[in-house]
């Protein structure tokens, strides 16, 4: 059965199919919709009060029929198990792989990752797996979890090893994306001494094993070399305006001598070096609780709690999605520029202007899935911390002319993508006197912008056909259901009722439907 693919119009209202580029003889092209199926598994998580569920939950024909709605990728999904009664979870390994490209030796490149267990790292290494290269994370999980990257574990392509940079790692490489070092600010502040010792020992070692191999090596550093510029926007020419003996001097100061280091083997020993400068990114598989504005924002709006903006919420930040990142590493890796080249978004927004666009999306989320909110979340102000940037924008002229890059995804995209479900089905039951009725919730994503998704009334129409085979299965009995549709708080539903005697042959029958494996078993019982 066909359905109606998620469409993505990046700023100048064309479609993104595609994410990556094929320059300077490196593809770096993938679809979309592949690596969204890696990100979005957590959508996919079933839920069971019952143990002899189990088998039938792992059966083949749920990975077939889900990839029908899944646009033909669930099949590569590991499929966790959530014990809501014993708030427990069952990880599964995957029963395949997602198909990678089959690359010929001479393209195939050996690429150590650091930090690739991380938000960004991880996003990173799907993207270099599906391209067909052999990658190695190196990660010690202060940060990072292994659940990021864990449906590569057991690829003959991939090896994950839990390591610390501030020890020197041997290993045959042709490339090294040295991305290892807590970037959010309770992360870094909370060891500081370490942070400083991550940032200088874990290049300095990593830097040692580029000159050893003869691998071109790429440092990840932050736009916070720049320190609270006096400078707007900020080109890479600028030399920062940076306190060096602060809370946040730590990973500041950390990552300028991380750069000093960079550039010294290269004019000392000729190591290939490429200096990304990233700003401010969001995206899936963000810490909730790292500290950061945006993750920030997000759970405390859909926790219904009030938005913390520090300082007058004049400041400015650019965020930039974390696609856009790594089309821009990737390149950069692959390019000729050895000069610092900053990664970020121009769109510029006040922190209270964000605060209110995150209120926004969360709320219309909400509406969407009839939930009713007691009041709306304020935006709270407290004292600004020490040393917060004022304003923060990169001038990307240099990544534009060397690299061909700019951003595609806009600021709103980026955060719908985080916030909404593609789509959802819950099942709630309610017994009356003589009958049960069983509500059949769609609530689907509804966007004027980018998004769009398969319209709620072909899963109505889908729903109504598995009744009504059901109904036909009954023969006599059918007299015994009836079906009726309804529309309320934005959502559309199929309301079945029947009387007691079929409802657990009913609730049987629906369970065995592949398409229904997502639902959580407890909703299935009044």
Sequence with gaps: MSHSPITTLDKDGQEITTVGFNR?????????????????????????????DVNDLDSGAAEIQHAKFLQGHAAYQSKSIYHPDTQSISYTTLSRFPPVKLLPPSQRKRILVTGGAGFVGSHLVDRLMLLGHEVTVLDNFFTGSKTTVSHWIGHPNFEMVRHDVVEPFMIECDQIYHLACPASPPHYQFNAVKTIKTSFMGTLNMLGLAKRTKARFLISSTSEVYGDPEVHPQTEEYWGHVNPIGPRACYDEGKRVAETLTYGFQRQDGVDVRVARIFNTYGPRMNPYDGRVVSNFIVQALKGEDMTVYGDGNQTRSFQYVHDLIDGLITLMNSDETRPVNIGNSDEFTIGEFAELVREIVEKVQDQDGDVRM??????????????????????????????????????????????????????????????????????????????????????????????????????????????????YGRDHKVLILKPKLYSHFITYLKAIDFFRQLPSSELHP
């Design 24 to 52: 300077f003889g490196f593809d770096s092209e993938v679809p979309l919709d592949v690596l969204r199926s890696l990100y979005l598994r957590s959508h996919y998580v079933l839920s069971t009060n019952n143990l002899d």
């Design 375 to 488: 009041r709306r979340v304020d935006i709270v102000y407290k004292e600004m911390p020490t040393d917060d940037p004022q304003k923060r924008r990169p001038d990307t002229t240099r990544a534009k002319e060397s690299l061909g890059w700019q951003p595609r995804w806009t600021v709103r995209m980026g955060l719908e993508e985080m916030v909404y479900p593609a789509i959802f089905v819950a099942i709630s039951s309610h017994r009356a006197s003589r009958f049960f009725t069983l509500q059949f919730s769609i609530l689907v994503t509804k966007m004027d912008g980018p998004y769009r998704t398969m319209p709620s009334f072909m899963i109505l129409n889908i729903l109504t056909t598995y009744i009504r085979l059901y109904m036909t299965s009954m023969g006599p009995q059918v007299k015994d259901l009836s079906i009726r549709g309804k529309r309320y």
